[in-house]
């Protein structure tokens, strides 16, 4: 298992990248919302953790947009008339709570269900 570990003056951060379900930035800090129903908020940018996954041995993260990163194991639903994204699977908490992305353009989501339909989960 593959480990994000993010490291400051204060504290260490170990996080399995599969309990990621998506990273949201929100200017310099971003909230990576975890499988549990947990968020964590970081210091970082979003390019950060872009970086980070890109490492991946198995890469399952893609950016949808400037401001979101969804992990595709979690994905469910891409819903591009509502502008939705919901999240489950066996992994996840129920407190997980559905993306509403007013700020997220049609463009940013139809690829996002292009990926999805050829995304192979092994």
């Known amino acids: 298992m593959e480990y994000l570990k993010i490291t400051t003056a204060s504290e260490i951060v170990r996080i399995a990248a599969d309990e990621i379900v998506y990273v949201m930035a929100d200017g310099n800090y971003c909230d990576l919302m975890l499988a549990n129903g947990s968020t964590h908020n970081m210091t970082f940018q979003l390019h950060y ?20 990163i969804v992990n595709k194991r979690h994905v469910r639903v891409v819903n591009i008339p509502e502008r939705t994204i919901k999240f489950g699977g066996h992994t996840i908490a129920k407190e997980v709570p559905i993306l509403r992305m007013g700020k997220l353009g049609k463009d940013a989501l139809k690829a996002l269900k292009n990926e999805m339909t050829e995304y192979d989960e092994r």
């Open 49 to 68: 953790f872009e970086d980070y996954f890109s490492q991946l041995e198995s890469n399952t993260f893609t950016r949808v947009g400037r401001s979101l």
